[in-house]
């Protein structure tokens, strides 16, 4: 019968045993299922949780993984609204320059006499604007258009299939670095570095949602629906989908630390975001030199893109873990 | 031709090949400790076939890998495996790779995933023979060969050349069995030999299995949750309910003489050819029990007809109950003597309406939206 | 196996000239390569600027000038440079000093992945594979650009002290107008690869052996594993011979497909270091709208990607009975 009602999970296997069926593993994890009406009730009993409870159950296990979350919040709350709360401006020039941290200035001052600080905040604020935005866009583009490749297949997936193919065929950097330096009139907009970087992420999910549909789609509880007479639209949305949420929401997670990585990359080499606007990425470049005299300058923007890119990743595997504990593999 | 286990009456005529004494293993886990093997004993003579019959969870194939140290750095083993004078279990690492694929070897469940696919089969049959005995490759290739052929994969020359996945499923299955009798062990621990393979493939490899036993002298352990498979072959059945045996004897009067209700419903659960007529099935309803978290008394009470309330108080021990051998664990095994049949004991199948009806009623919602969504487009 | 090769590679062909027509449609219509011609002041003549449209091919329309454009590059001719350069030699030249990174690079990241997930795989649970897994999130999470920096301003220093003379270099890839025997020369070239190349190996080998340690976890829990145990082999022997022989196959793939990541780390790599490579040539290249050097550039790019993904293809199918008669 088609549907997805929620599925009970057996008692843990031995925690190091192995993954093969025959192994002592396989032998222990002992159904309990329903016991029917007739025979008495010795059991002890189980609650039915939906399967959204559990994965959060499993993800609030994870206690690295939860902490990294309460800490990546924090940055990305921090920098989307701290720019507006902090008494100095990205742009402000005090007339303390070249200053190591202090109560006044925490993150020390810059050659011009920028408060580091607030150029920080601006820098972390536009990351992870492109960030966020390139998940939303990516994922959404690159969900759908997977979908529809893995279930109809055909020519729509033959098409797909190439084309992120040949997408893959150049690095990231090199061809986002190509788009972002032509769009010179739009130069340095968060936006539109965002758009590009979306254009080329979505491949990604959209790979991983495809074969998830393309194995998901041959699963007998899919036969099932269609016998009974369930649309296409349907069995995508109400059936496969759901199925396919653990990947897409881990992907999405993966495309966030690869989107930080890749736009402070692109401001970096001068291709990003420009000045007089500022990114992490920029912010490294400034510092860069003066990494022994003033090390503030340099470390405090690196550190902030290893924080953010580390918690995502810790709260991307949690989630990974969370959706699946079964399953060893990294990368999809 | 029976064992001797503790309670059954002396009848030995030799010394077992293998003893297994009070073997109990526990695995610690996030969830709390799983009693996987909760006291499992045993005597296997030489030349004899003990055939260890139980649901998965029953512990059958954790004890098996207990004998040969096979499992994992986590698992708590205690008790006695009596081999050659030494207990195995008190074995360091290696020591015990002398013993194992020379003098106890072990044939696994599922041919597909059992041979490494990056070597030829004839490479690992040779690997096996090298570990074990000193003889310069050639001879060792050649005896691959003749193994390869004494187990019927035909063309065994040409084929020991061959990489696994070019093999089926039951000639994987043939080799593996190859491959355990290259060393002329004592013991041969088949664990499920045949589950994953189709029934006329089974009973090829059964046949192999025996005629290995029979030009090997080797005892076998052969475990299996497939009564057809063990009724064929076996002089001795252990039947094992949540990590303990709850029955044991000689094959016929396991078949014939059951007096633990779980036997009794494992047989009438099968379906039978020589059955009259419309005889029904009697399924055991339920599920095994977790081993985490066992209550006390019987573990199987919760599913047993015959059950009362002493079985939820105290958990039976393993006594005999008729011949020199038959041991059963059952604080009403006497209730099953003489000829009790399985649909007296136990209800029989039925299906389940309900749940027909509630099947219907989904189609029809099925097709009333499909139904709408024409409609609309329209 | 040859024909396995040969249909890889006739496979390989369209994708190749459909990324051609992507890539010249992308980079023909971006930015105006007479842009800085046209802003001169004061202005040249019109004929000029004309003359050199006629040079460029820029009056030509769309599908004529790419198919004039590729004819020539199958022909090996890539046009010039902005600056009157010839593109060919000048790209072959700097892919001759990036390939130095990125080969050592490549081979760096896949012993210490291979070291770091088997160890973490035999050691699972333990402090040795938490330390490892730590590590590796903290160098998939580390910006290639800034771990370069680090290792240039504070490891180069250090480690000139520690020898007591300059032995790491940190700018360019070779001392300039270097006179030597050729033992010295490539003594020259280590101390400039030196940084370079361990800053993009750091930061590959993270989820190279986070890939491996669970692919090792898999070989290790496997069936046949299991059965060589139990046919009383060898601990090491079962480790080596089995294990480790099933759990490399993997990765060579992975790193092979991997390669265009490599490249990109590289590209930001040798801006910190300031290396003539192939990352100055691109950038320089969109700096100045340099139509040729661009195409040019992404083109030979993705033919040396497809040809590594063809080499792993051939590799696996090497490594892996199973693939072979695929």
Partial sequence: MADTRPRQTPPKAPASGGASPAAPGGEHGAQVHDVPQTAPER????????????????????RLAVASLVVLLLVIVGSLIGGRLWKYDYADITDEFSTPPSLAHPMGTDDIGHDSMARILRGAQKSVQVALLVALLSTTFGAVLGALAGYYRGWLDSVLMRFTDLVLTVPYIALTAVLAGTLADRAGNWFYIALVLAALLWTYIARVVRGQFLSLREKEFVEAARALGASDR????????????????????????VAILLEAALSYLGVGIRPPDTSLGLLVQDGQQAATTRPWLFYFPGVIIIVIALTVNFVGDGLRDAFDPTQTRVRA | MAGVLPGQQAAQTAAPVLEVKDLTVE?????GIVYAVRGVSFALEPGDVLGIVGESGSGKSVTSLAIMGLL?????????????GRNLLRLGEGELTGVRGKQI?????????????????????????LAHQDVPKEQAWERSVELLDLVGIPNARERARNYPHEFSGGMRQRAVIAMAMTNDPDVIIADEPTTALDVTIQAQVLDTLERVQESASAAIILITHDLGVVAGMADQVLVMYAGKPVEVGPTDAIYYDPRMPYTLGLLGSLPRLDARGTEPLTPIRGAPPSLINLPPGCPFSPRCPMSRSHCDAEEPALRLVAGASHLAACHFAEELAGDVRAEEVFATAEADLRALEELEELGDLEQAEAGDQERERA | MTSFIVRRLLISIPVILLSSVLMFLLVANSGDPLAEL????PPPPPSVIELREKELNLDKPLPQRYAYWVTHFFRGDMGKAVDGREVRPLLFRRLGVTMRMVTL????????????????????????????????????STPVFWLAALLKEYAAIRLNQLFGEQVIYTVGEATPNFEGTFAERVADWAGHLALPTLALALITFASWS???????????????????????????????RHALRNALIPLTTVAAIDFAAILGGAIITERVFSWHGLGALLLDGIRENDVNVVLAWLMVTSILVVVFNLIADVLYGVLDPRIRYG
Avoid: C
């Fill in chain 3, 210 to 240: 986070r890939y491996q340690r669970s692919t090792m976890l898999d070989v290790l829990n496997s069936d046949y594993i299991r059965l060589a145990k139990a046919k009383g082999l060898s601990r090491s022997r079962v480790m080596i």
């Fill in chain 3, 105 to 140: 690079a490549l081979f760096l990241a896949l012993f210490l992945a291979i070291v770091v997930g088997v160890l973490s795989a035999v050691r699972q649970y333990t402090a040795t594979d938490y330390a490892f897994t730590f590590a590796g999130f903290l160098f998939l």
């Fill in chain 2, 27 to 31: 695995f610690p886990t996030d969830d």
């Fill in chain 2, 72 to 84: 994992p750095r986590s698992a708590r083993v205690r008790g006695e495996v009596r081999f050659q």
């Fill in chain 2, 105 to 129: 070897s072990m044939i696994f469940q599922d041919p597909m995933t059992s041979l490494n696919p990056v070597y030829t089969v004839g490479w690992q049959l040779q690997e096996a023979i």
């Fill in chain 1, 234 to 257: 349907r069995i995508i949305f109400r059936h496969l989908l759901p199925n396919a949420t653990g990947a897409i929401i881990v992907n999405a997670t993966i495309t966030v630390a």
């Fill in chain 3, 38 to 41: 046209k802003g001169r002041n």
């Fill in chain 1, 43 to 62: 059991e002890f009993t189980i609650e039915r949780r939906s399967q959204a409870q559990m994965v959060l159950r499993r993800f609030l296990a994870h």
